[in-house]
């Protein structure tokens, strides 16, 4: 026989508090991964102590500190950067590298970024999800170029899997080595080279 609720007995709030601890473990990772020294790595455990909760409750949604990690940057990024179709190639390479332009150098997404590089380069894990990470975004662009092909904006033929690695080329050199800025300017005219090379 069903049970009825007893008079000003609160509901069930189970779903609503998880989702609120994992909200708040993800808030915490990038706020070390924001802050964090250089040479120093984010562990499980400076994670669920910033996050006020026990490593138990990370594991219990992430298999491993990198998976936290990337949720950490997806969930950053996930509405910053478009896959724009304007029906013009130039005008959607330069929207699409606009938004990665913006969302890779403001000043916490820059940090989370730099952060996890440092991990990949220890944390053969981290750098395998990053790499996944980075497929999407070059899956995006590539979806891009190939509505443009059949536009007959391409040229048949042309690698646009080359073309993509010119794209990323360009952000992670000057990204990672700080030698130029990335610009709206710089985006445009990256585009507008792009789209000549395509045709």
Same mark, same amino acid.
């Given at each position: ?14 779903? +609503? ?6 909200? /708040? ?33 990370? *594991? ?40 990665? &332009? ?11 970024? +730099?952060?996890? /590089? ?19 975004? %070059? ?28 794209? &990323?080329?360009? *952000?992670?050199? %000057? ?23 395509? +045709?």
């Amino acid at each position: 026989m069903p049970t009825t609720p007893e008079p000003g007995r609160r509901p069930h709030t189970g779903r +609503r508090r998880n989702e609120a601890a994992r909200q /708040a473990i993800l808030a915490a990772t990038r706020r070390l991964l924001a802050e964090n020294a250089p040479g120093r790595p984010v562990t499980v455990d400076a994670i669920a102590k910033e996050a006020g909760i026990g490593k138990q409750t990370i *594991y219990r949604w992430w298999p491993s500190k990198g998976a936290v990690l990337l949720e950490a940057l997806t969930s950053l990024a996930r509405d910053e950067v478009r896959t724009p179709d304007t029906g013009v190639l130039e005008s959607d390479l330069a929207a699409f590298l606009g938004d990665i &332009f913006r969302a890779g150098t403001a000043p916490d997404n820059a940090a989370v970024l +730099r952060t996890l /590089a440092a991990e990949a380069a220890r944390d053969a894990q981290v750098a395998e999800l990053l790499l996944g990470f980075t497929r999407t975004r %070059r899956g995006a662009l590539r979806t891009l170029l190939e509505r443009a092909r059949e536009r007959g904006e391409v040229a048949p033929g042309t690698d646009l899997d080359l073309l993509v690695d010119q794209a &990323f080329g360009v *952000y992670w050199f %000057r990204f990672l080595s700080g030698l130029a800025p990335l610009t709206p300017a710089v985006a445009r005219e990256l585009a507008r080279t792009l789209a000549l090379g395509a +045709r």
